[in-house]
C-alpha cells in the first residue's frame, strides 16, 4: 500500500486523549488514526465502496 503524509493542525486535549489511549492499549497512532478515518467513512454510507469513491472528492 503506497503512503502519503497527511499534516493536520487539531486540538491539544484530542491530540493528548489519542497519545494516552494509543500508549495504554499499546498500539500505534497512525494505525489508530488510519482506522478511525476508515470508519467515519464507512459511517458516510460506504465511501470506500468503488462505486462511490469518485464521488467522495468532488
Not at 3 to 20: C, T
Not at 26 to 50: H, M, P, T, V, W
Request: net charge negative.
Amino acid at each position: 500500500m503506497a503512503v502519503k503524509k497527511l499534516v493536520v493542525m487539531i486540538d491539544e486535549n484530542i491530540k493528548a486523549a489519542a497519545d494516552l489511549f494509543c500508549e495504554v492499549r499499546g498500539i500505534k497512532l497512525k494505525n489508530f488514526l488510519e482506522e478511525a478515518i476508515l470508519d467515519r467513512l464507512e459511517e458516510y454510507g460506504d465511501a470506500l465502496d468503488s462505486d462511490h469513491r469518485k464521488d467522495i472528492y468532488h
